[in-house]
């Protein structure tokens, strides 16, 4: 059976299957232990007391709130300190719900998901354009505006009068006893569990991931970084709504004060705290986090009142000792060891005579087919292109012809402007006059995403990858543009997401074999030495097979060696793989050796152009290089 059959990892296409079935079956048992537990429990049973069963369902709503703000904060990197104004709009909307419409406690939850989504919408629009500090501020000002305004319409939500908020009910049962409402919470934060793991065994969390990485390395995959923060902030906001409204419900009455600022706790700066103990974008370090917070004050009554400052006392011992979180230190304690190990068995690729050979794969379905373009065509067309910043003209009225079946190199000073003329190519940045034309395809004005679904591949001087993310996530993620089921059948993960799940994976396994980088498969590329790292990030721009690749000094960090042998390749490139490349090179003898036509730019202006012989000869050339006059 083949690595494909299997669906990926060498052993992981079993791996896939025994994962959904421990999925299932974990969701099984957690829905048939809750179904059981109310007749277990209080059918004149004390096994668990009230008081207890209380303070364990708050622990659980803590955490499905916590859940939520992770997905904004832990997964996409967009922080939140206002969070608490979407536990409010849950429970309030819930409530009006279920108190004034007479709905089901089921509906109520609906509506609080749909509200709380409505409201993520409106200021995740805003919050596109900010970031940091910006963003923060922002959160903070929409929980204010919340609180002063839809808090306290008292026609809306009785003011500070106001809502009591009825357990639910199914037929003739009232889950009125605290721990029946205990093991209602618990089937809550098994599907928000569930809910979750969608979320990061998909392209979903894959993008949310290199988003909080480096935008610029998302838009380069083919990720719409404008959409999946939007995404993130909706997903965030309904279900913080739905965690809002089932804690609303637990303690039975809420009004104006509930979800403030001033209200103790402070939801908002709770959860930022709690996921930052438990580990940001750890699932089970939040829930973990989460439900500790609810149930130190039951058994340490003196610190009772003092949970801010235990949490913030905690918070800070954690950052200082532990960046990543509770989950962070455990993940590092157990993994450090292995990844070592493993390091040192392998002799680094950045000291090998011979770079191994890359991958070899078709273009994936449901991208744009190859062009029907004769050699030496023009494949891309940039005239006039320029660039300023402020008062510096980084790129002046530039021009370059790239034709297929070429190897096109960009040389010039550090400070020419050949990184910012790719940036303009790839979308990045927007020209202040020119054009740039692929296949006759107008490229100025589109999004850096919809240039990398044409065609055009892009690596970078910093290396372009998620670092935190493993090697085959990082092949994963390079094949976004070709993960094309919906969202919605992501975050349910459907046989038809999970099939391109599969594919996907298969495909990744080819590459990374071809890489001859096996034993690396699971491993954080941010452990792996820089050489290694841009052969990752090579494969993983070849992985979807674009017509033109567009390499960003490929050869920076690289031994003397290994960089005869990243000729061989690029060749392999153009002559066996057949594709085009636009290559910006410091490495001039790599650049002489390999390239067909040359490009010489010098303080944002295109010097000299022609093939290697005739740049070598050029005096302008060498006396940009060298600042001498040639006799």
Request: aromatic share 8%; proline share 5%; hydrophobic share 50%.
């Amino acid at each position: 059976m083949s690595v494909q059959e299997l669906g990926g990892w060498p052993y992981e296409g079993y791996g896939i299957n025994l994962r959904v079935t421990k999925r299932k079956v974990f969701a099984a048992v957690a829905l048939a232990a809750a179904a059981s537990a109310p007749p277990l429990l209080f059918r004149g049973t004390t096994l668990l007391p009230g008081h207890l069963a209380l303070s364990i369902a708050g622990g659980v709503c803590i955490a499905l709130m916590a859940m939520s703000l992770n997905i904004l904060l832990g997964y996409a990197g967009q922080i939140s300190l206002g969070h608490g104004a979407f536990l409010g709009v849950g429970a309030f909307a819930s409530g009006l719900l279920t108190i004034n419409l007479y709905m089901p406690f089921f509906v109520g939850l609906l509506g609080a998901a749909l509200v709380g989504a409505i409201f993520a919408l409106v200021l995740g629009v805003p919050a596109l354009r900010l970031r940091g500090l910006y963003l923060a501020i922002t959160t903070i000002a929409f929980a204010f505006m919340m609180e002063e305004s839809w808090f306290r319409w008292e026609p809306l939500t009785g003011g500070s009068a106001g809502l009591e908020l009825p357990r639910p009910r199914v037929g003739a049962f009232v889950f009125f006893q605290h721990a029946d409402y205990l093991a209602l919470v618990l089937v809550l934060l098994v599907g928000y569990w569930l809910f979750d793991q969608n979320i990061t065994r998909t392209k979903i969390g894959r993008a949310f991931n290199a988003i909080r990485w480096d935008e610029r390395v998302a838009q380069g995959f083919g990720v719409p970084v404008a959409s999946y923060k939007i995404l993130a902030f909706v997903l965030s906001g309904a279900l913080a709504a739905v965690a809002g409204a089932t804690y609303g419900h637990l303690i039975g009455f809420i009004n104006s004060e509930s979800f403030a600022y001033k209200a103790q706790p402070n939801f908002s700066l709770l959860l930022v705290i709690i996921i930052a103990i438990g580990g940001l974008g750890s699932r089970a370090g939040v829930v973990i986090a989460a439900i500790v917070y609810a149930l130190i004050p039951r058994f340490l009554e003196f610190l009772q009142g003092w949970e801010l400052i235990v949490g913030a006392v905690a918070l800070i011992d954690v950052m200082a000792r532990h960046p990543g979180g509770i989950a962070g230190a455990v993940r590092e304690r157990g993994t450090k060891r292995g990844e070592r190990k493993a390091r040192s068995e392998v002799d680094p690729v950045d000291d090998d005579d011979d770079l191994p050979k890359l991958p070899r794969l078709p273009r994936p379905m449901g991208l744009p087919a190859r062009p029907e373009l004769d050699a030496g065509a023009p494949l891309l067309e940039v005239e006039g292109v320029s660039v300023t910043f402020g008062g510096v003209k980084a790129v002046d009225d530039a021009a370059v012809t790239v034709r297929r079946g070429q190897i096109v190199g960009l040389i010039g000073p550090n400070g020419a402007g050949k990184t910012t003329l790719f940036n303009a190519i790839s979308g990045f940045v927007t020209p202040d006059a020119g054009s740039a034309r692929f296949m006759g395809t107008e490229l100025i004005g589109r999004s850096p995403h919809i240039r990398a679904r044409l065609g055009i591949g892009r690596t970078f001087q910093q290396i372009g990858l998620t670092k935190d993310l493993s090697v085959q996530e990082n092949f994963l993620l390079a094949q976004h543009i070709a993960a094309d089921y919906p969202v919605a059948k992501g975050l349910f993960l459907t046989p038809g997401a999970e099939g391109v799940e599969r594919t996907m994976r298969g495909r990744a396994t080819a590459a990374i074999e071809a890489l001859g980088f096996e034993r690396f498969t699971t491993t954080p590329v941010r452990n792996l030495s820089h050489g290694q790292q841009r052969l990752v990030e090579l494969g993983c721009v070849l992985v979807t097979a674009p017509e033109l690749l567009l390499l960003d000094e490929p050869s920076a960090g690289m031994a003397p060696a290994a960089v005869e042998s990243l000729g061989e390749r690029l060749r392999e490139i153009r002559d066996e793989l057949d594709r085009t490349v636009l290559l910006i090179e410091h490495h001039i003898p790599l650049v002489l050796d390999v390239c067909d036509y040359i490009y010489v730019l010098n303080f944002g202006k295109i010097l000299a152009h022609g093939t290697t012989d005739e740049i070598a000869r050029k005096p302008e050339v060498i006396g940009a290089y060298f600042g001498e006059e040639v006799a």
